[in-house]
Nanobody
Framework: QVQVVESGGGLVQTGGSLRLSCQAS????????MGWYRQAPGKQRELVAS???????NYADSVKDRFTISRANAKNTVNLQMNSLKPEDTAVYYC????????????WGQGTEVTVSS
């Protein structure tokens, strides 16, 4: 069992930056692929970025070169640095922990809201 708690959302103007953090607890953090997803009003939840325990990353095309995902296994944390924010980045952002060997085992945080004003 893994608990994940997000923090760092808020309101920012177009072009601004935010840093989201996710604190995980309850299991061996290093065996989980950590990801950030987002869900905008009226849209499906989508993957923003993910990172394996060894640091391999994957990004949605819409955020490449603007967002950076990182993790600190010793601290059980994963961060998402978001730069050059656009109004279309407005969404609720969720942290996800997915077991590297059994992908059906996954845990979600409660979400943190990001609003980018134009």
């Amino acid at each position: 069992q893994v608990q994940v708690v997000e923090s760092g959302g808020g309101l920012v103007q177009t072009g601004g930056s935010l840093r989201l953090s996710c604190q995980a607890s309850g299991s061996i953090f290093s065996i989980y692929v950590m990801g950030w997803y987002r869900q905008a009003p009226g849209k499906q939840r989508e993957l923003v970025a993910s990172i394996t325990s060894t640091g391999s990353t994957n990004y949605a095309d819409s955020v490449k070169d603007r967002f950076t995902i990182s993790r600190a296994n010793a601290k059980n944390t994963v961060n998402l640095q978001m730069n050059s924010l656009k109004p279309e980045d407005t969404a609720v952002y969720y942290c996800n922990a997915r077991h590297a060997l059994v992908p059906s085992i996954a845990y979600w945080g409660q979400g943190t809201e990001v609003t980018v004003s134009s």
